[in-house]
């Protein structure tokens, strides 16, 4: 069976994550250079709870190009435990693995009240120095900016909630003050936040967000502790 949670492999030799809820695909396809912008999925997905998953629509921002494409994602289970996945891509072969789950904390907002810093993904770029700090009510705020011209920043009415349809995922909403941003000319985007437990050695917490405009921008987030 096809589970909600969040799955991670190594594909093409870059390092995949991936988190299935109920009703939504969110993926990362993290650059092999640690401070280059990270290949961006999200999509609507139905099937979970069976032996197969689709997303038929399925957004892909790419990395360097700031570019949405209409990709999709077949699902199925390799084994009790993983998920075998397959992405197909624009214009090259498909990409086809075999994905691990991962341990996840509790989706509670009091856990992650605190400042965290890390790599800030948006397609042209991703400053690995992005600091955004999370308040007891989930509202988020960051001084950090972003952009081509250092114009774009997380504007207030930012937020995380925890998710009526998981323990372990919080519902990410982010506000972009396009004044000077016209990359985010949508303003807000949608998505979904988690936190890895232990994910590799020495990192204890691992916060990633990913979340997309209606029209597939999207931004991913991701801080260790």
Not at 158 to 186: E, G, H, Y
Not at 214 to 221: C, D, K, P, T
Request: proline letters at 4%; hydrophobic letters at 40%.
């Amino acid at each position: 069976m096809v589970s909600a949670g969040v799955y991670s492999a190594s594909v093409s030799q870059r390092s995949f994550v991936g988190a299935l809820t109920s009703d939504n695909f969110y993926g990362i396809h993290f650059n092999s250079v640690a401070s280059a912008p990270d290949d961006i999925y999200t999509g609507a997905i139905a099937g979970i709870g069976t032996t197969k998953a689709d997303v038929t629509t399925l957004n892909l921002y790419k990395n360097t190009e700031a570019k949405s494409y209409a990709v999709s994602a077949s699902i199925t289970p390799f084994n009790s435990t993983q998920l075998s996945i397959l992405l197909t891509q624009p214009a090259s072969t498909s990409l086809n693995f075999v994905a691990t789950p991962n341990t996840l904390q509790a989706a509670d907002i009091n856990s992650v009240a605190s400042t965290w810093t890390g790599k800030f993904s948006y397609g042209l770029g991703s400053p690995t120095n992005f600091a955004v700090t999370v308040n007891s009510a989930g509202d988020i705020s960051s001084a950090s900016v972003f952009g081509q011209n250092s114009d774009c920043h997380i504007k207030t009415g930012s937020k995380l909630t925890a998710a009526n349809s998981s323990a372990s995922f919080f519902n990410l909403n982010l506000l972009i003050d396009k004044t000077n941003c016209p990359q985010f000319s949508d303003q807000t985007l949608s998505g979904v936040a988690f936190v890895l437990l232990n994910p590799e050695p020495g990192v204890a917490k691992r916060m990633i967000w990913v979340a997309s405009t209606a029209s597939g921008i999207g931004i991913s987030f991701k801080a260790d502790r």
